[in-house]
């Protein structure tokens, strides 16, 4: 049943049509789990922001083939796109990118991609995040989330083709006790390959500890927002920067088959220094790196002033110095080296 008020709150308005002939594929072969069990149809909760079911409640195989979940395609495959919030989704706003995403033809219904956001345990308390760090231990909740692993677990097992992983949406995989479990649980199946969001600190430290998991990986996504000392241990509050820069020398120095990309949340404490993250993905042979707009998860009470990209914001023109200076020189790295939300593709 599709929930209005959840759209009212994005701001999204369920009777547009825009009228595309092209289709994203996301609602058709992707599913995103939360730390309730809420299963959506999509990367990102505030893109569809509708569950397609519960899986506390339903197993993963009759949600992906629910009434809801064939609405939510449906308005896909009409082209109005109704329930999607096109005003925040990385895909329209890649206007250049659109169309390698968008596809000509009506996707298969097969889900080829798991996006796990059930457990937002972290080693940090980053302010862009979290107000404090969270990390959990009762084994009440354990019980529950483990039980949610289990579920996914037994539908990957039930299905032939390769399920790409995504672990980490939400907390990070090597600090939480829930994603190592799932981990434990799903790495020696034969169809499985992941991808993984980290801040990157206990890379080192687990990374024997877990071969199988990096044997079957295919993008290390890692989280920095600061290029200095200073603003690093501001930013990912809790973080070394020693700490951090040893784990990217380890990276560096892998015979790795895997991508890796950097992330950076731009804010004001950090627009400045945009240039100096593109030297630190150079120096650390980075492959790729990604700057993204902040996004307010309701948990800081200052976004409007961390908000560089508002029109409103005393030094957005600064920043739109920055990235007109970074666009007009990209054409000197390596293609799609430097992309995100907060650079035009």
Aim: charged share 25%.
């Amino acid at each position: 049943m599709i929930n209005q008020r959840l759209f009212d709150w994005y701001g999204i308005d369920i009777h547009k049509d825009l009228g595309l002939k092209t289709f994203c594929p996301r609602p058709f072969d992707t599913v995103l789990i939360d730390k309730q069990g809420s299963c959506y149809l999509c990367e990102c909760t505030s893109w569809l922001p509708q569950s397609a079911g519960n899986l506390h409640i339903q197993s993963l195989e009759n949600i992906v083939n629910s009434t809801t979940a064939a609405e939510l395609q449906n308005s896909i495959a009409d082209g109005s796109y109704r329930y999607c919030n096109d005003k925040n989704c990385s895909y329209f706003l890649a206007k250049e990118t659109q169309h390698s995403h968008f596809k000509n033809v009506l996707p298969i219904k097969q889900i080829k991609n798991i996006r796990l956001a059930i457990d937002d345990s972290c080693n940090l308390s980053c302010p862009s995040c979290r107000t404090h760090q969270i990390f959990e231990r009762d084994k009440f909740q354990l019980r529950k989330k483990y039980k949610l692993a289990d579920s996914i677990i037994e539908y990957v097992r039930s299905q032939s083709h390769q399920i790409n992983i995504h672990v980490g949406s939400d907390g990070d995989p090597f600090a939480s006790l829930v994603y190592r479990y799932f981990v434990k649980g799903i790495k020696d199946l034969p169809n499985v390959r992941f991808s993984i969001q980290t801040n990157g600190l206990l890379i080192k430290k687990m990374y024997y500890r877990h071969t199988e998991l990096f044997e079957k990986l295919d993008v290390l996504n890692i989280s920095i927002d600061g290029a200095t000392k200073e603003t690093y241990e501001t930013l990912r509050r809790g973080g070394s920067y020693e700490k951090i820069i040893e784990n990217l020398e380890f990276i560096k120095n892998l015979n790795k088959k895997f991508m890796t990309r950097m992330h950076v949340v731009v804010q004001e404490k950090n627009f400045k220094e945009m240039f100096g993250f593109i030297e630190l993905a150079k120096n650390y042979k980075i492959d790729r790196i990604i700057f993204n707009r902040i996004e307010n998860w309701n948990t800081n009470s200052t976004f409007d002033q961390n908000n560089i990209f508002s029109k409103n914001h005393q030094r957005h023109e600064e920043v739109d110095k920055i990235i007109k200076k970074i666009m007009s020189v990209r054409k000197d790295y390596p293609k799609k080296f430097i992309e995100g939300t907060a650079i035009p593709y």
